[in-house]
T-cell receptor, first 111, second 115 residues
């Protein structure tokens, strides 16, 4: 079964607005990652946050992690039409080598 | 550096036929993964190799799917016989390290349609 469940399933915003996606997971993790997938393409790694970290930034991306609630959020600030894609969280399951992906959020950014 | 190479990009077969997908990971990446992504869903891990050994194949339908990693480099994923529900994109990914910092680099995927 999928490790992560993402919310919302789909999100439509205007350019310049912020986009927030949430991920919940079930078991203990050693890290949580976010990936982007453009239509018909493979996944691209965006950012990794370790289980002992609470927040991380990379350019217009901000990720938070709350291990007590088993949840994470990805914030994309000042969105652009080029940010249109599906976004997946992926959890590195502790004591294993597994990386398990969530169900994804489809983001549409209108010019 | 060159990315993860996969072939073929597209394949259409009849049910009960067989198909094979090939993956060449990034040079030096010890860990190789095969994921199945059904339309509208997230990738599902099928099998994970560390060098040429299997680390996890718990979700691989072994009655019809098989995979090998030749000499710890290239890998092939085979389906025989194919079923309608095998229609999906098969994604290969590789990484330098295992637990703790397993950042994956993905190939473009092989899209399978079973008629």
């Amino acid at each position: 079964s999928q490790q992560g469940e993402e919310d919302p399933q789909a999100l439509s915003i205007q350019e310049g607005e912020n986009a927030t996606m949430n991920c919940s997971y079930k078991t203990s993790i050693n890290n949580l990652q976010w990936y982007r997938q453009n239509s018909g393409r493979g996944l691209v790694h965006l950012i990794l946050i370790r289980s002992n970290e609470r927040e991380k930034h990379s350019g217009r991306l901000r990720v938070t992690l709350d291990t007590s609630k088993k949840s994470s959020s990805l914030l994309i600030t000042a969105s652009r039409a080029a940010d249109t894609a599906s976004y997946f969280c992926a959890t590195g399951v502790v004591n294993t080598d597994k990386l398990i992906f969530g169900t994804g959020t489809r983001l549409q950014v209108f010019p | 550096e060159a990315g993860v190479a996969q072939s073929p990009r597209y394949k259409i077969i009849e049910k009960r036929q067989s198909v094979a997908f090939w993956c060449n990971p990034i040079s030096g990446h010890a860990t190789l993964y095969w994921y199945q992504q059904i339309l509208g869903q997230g990738p599902k891990l099928l099998i994970q190799f560390q060098n040429n050994g299997v680390v996890d194949d718990s979700q691989l339908p072994k009655d019809r799917f098989s995979a090998e990693r030749l000499k710890g480099v290239d890998s092939t994923l085979k389906i025989q016989p194919a079923k309608l529900e095998d229609s999906a994109v098969y994604l290969c990914a590789s990484s330098l390290s295992g637990p703790g910092a397993n950042v994956l680099t993905f190939g473009a995927g092989s899209r399978l349609t079973v008629l």
